[in-house]
């Protein structure tokens, strides 16, 4: 289960491309220090790349479509169980030929639930202009 209370959406995907991504930005950074535009190029590529794998590992399940998962599959570490057929928002998957569907295709699709709070467990409200309460 995620330490979170609420599914913020952090998937092997987002790390992995964030990551990649760090990692182009700051090689073109260097690049511009530089003045070196094979550097620059470089930085773009692996831009590029970070785009791509970040991709590939949301098809393949490890990613997240827009909104909000079942509570079970919260966990970073956890495949989502909607990705073989497609998202039916994610422009990522329709550009893969995925989540275009029926009007009544939504029958069978696993149904986003909202968190309840366990007993025992504080409420947590959240102030204004602060991103979670610890």
Do not use: F, N
Not at 31 to 55: E, F, K, M, P, Y
Not at 68 to 77: C, L, Q
Not at 83 to 92: F, K, M, Q, R, V
């Amino acid at each position: 289960m995620s330490a979170h209370q609420y599914d913020h959406g952090h998937t092997v995907a987002g790390w992995v491309g964030c990551g990649i991504g760090s990692v182009g930005a700051g090689v073109a950074g260097l690049g511009v220090c530089t003045v070196s535009g094979v550097l620059i190029a470089g930085g773009l590529a692996i831009g590029v790349v970070g785009l791509l794998v970040t991709w590939a590992l949301h098809l393949s399940g490890w990613g997240k479509g827009p909104g909000t998962r079942p509570r079970a599959e919260w966990g970073w570490r956890v495949r989502d169980s909607a990705a073989p057929g497609g998202h039916e928002e994610c422009l990522g998957c329709r550009l893969a030929g995925r989540g275009r569907r029926a009007a009544g295709a939504g029958a069978g699709s696993v149904e986003p639930v909202m968190p309840v709070q366990r007993t025992g467990e504080p409420e947590t409200v959240a102030s204004v202009g602060t991103d979670s309460v610890r």
